[in-house]
């Protein structure tokens, strides 16, 4: 008992020394730091998506700086192939021998910066990536290196030169994030620390890839109650039963939302699982993953709004239903 006390102090002074470092180059995103986090945990990826200019970049590379695991950036862009992101073999004209030359996903941390500017081909070679954590070059699988985390940034599809990614390419991010415009106060700091010249580049390691794999250890040993569980498959069921709903949640989506929440649960220094942490973990986890009829479309709702619809409908676990 006292050995699995010291774990969790270990993983929770990890975790706040995280949050200091990606703080010292983003300001008033707590939120979405917190969401990073909870996919660092339990070894998920992220999509971060909002306008030019609002720091998705700077946000994913900080989490990246801030461990010192191998990391490799790419630039998503029309003219980006599939063999850039995952690999090709080559012969070797001096030995006269085929050689494997890994893409940049041969790496612990990837940044995929605006992944939507590139062609479908090129994210649909994600996909395996990202799912089964490993890659395939002409017809041999390689695992790639633990821990794995991709990190994509993109921009709203209705801006010029993007391709919408596809229900399978979202349904493999554990969560779909945004930044939103920074307040009068934290812009004036944003201003001020650019001055100072605090760049992500000059961002120092307060982690390892072993500080990372242990934080996950620790997660594999939180409690998620047998009405919890039953709280998140009620809810996955409810979404593909709504009028409004032509999409609704599937099998994988509901892993992750358990995962998440069993990560958020970690976050608050708890080692079980409560319906405020599935309720939380709904929107950022779900609301990628569901597709709107055409009516609730026309009526201009959000997959945000539905999903609150349907979370409402559900009832919580301990609060006039079923007992944790």
Do not use: W
């Amino acid at each position: 008992m006292e050995s699995n006390t010291l774990q969790m102090q270990a993983a929770s002074d990890f975790l706040d020394a995280l949050r200091k470092n990606i703080a010292k180059v983003m300001v008033g995103k707590d939120t979405a730091v917190e969401m990073l986090l909870t996919a660092l945990i339990c070894g998920g990826h992220v999509l971060i998506e909002d306008l030019p200019g609002l720091g998705k970049t700077t946000l994913a590379a900080a989490l990246a700086r801030s461990l010192s695991c191998t990391f490799k950036r790419i630039q998503f862009t029309p003219d980006v192939l599939p063999s850039d992101v995952t690999g090709f073999t080559a012969y070797n004209l001096a030995t006269g021998e085929k050689e494997v030359r890994f893409g940049a996903v041969m790496a612990q941390m990837v940044l995929a910066d605006e992944i939507n500017r590139t062609s479908p081909k090129t994210q649909s070679s994600l996909l395996e990536v990202m799912q089964e954590r490993q890659v395939t070059i002409d017809g041999e699988t390689y695992p790639l290196p633990e821990p794995f985390m991709v990190l994509a940034t993109q921009n709203p599809s209705e801006l010029t030169g993007t391709y919408p990614l596809p229900e399978a390419q979202l349904d493999r991010f554990l969560l779909k994030i945004s930044m939103g415009y920074p307040s009068r106060e934290e812009e004036y700091e944003i201003l001020n620390r650019r001055r100072e010249g605090i760049p992500v580049s000059q961002l120092q390691p307060v982690g390892s890839a072993q500080d990372v794999m242990r934080l996950r250890e620790q997660f594999s040993q939180i409690k998620c109650a047998p009405a919890i569980l039953n709280y998140i498959v009620q809810i996955a069921q409810a979404s593909r039963q709504s009028e409004d709903i032509s999409l609704g949640v599937s099998p994988r989506g509901s892993i992750a939302l358990m995962e998440a929440s069993m990560a958020r649960a970690m976050l608050q220094g708890r080692g079980y699982v409560l319906p405020e942490d599935v309720k939380a973990m709904a929107g950022p986890v779900l609301a990628h993953r569901i597709r709107l009829n055409l009516q609730a479309s026309m009526k201009n709702y959000s997959a945000g709004q539905i999903l609150q619809s349907v979370l409402s409908k559900v009832p919580v676990p301990g609060v006039g239903g079923e007992k944790l």
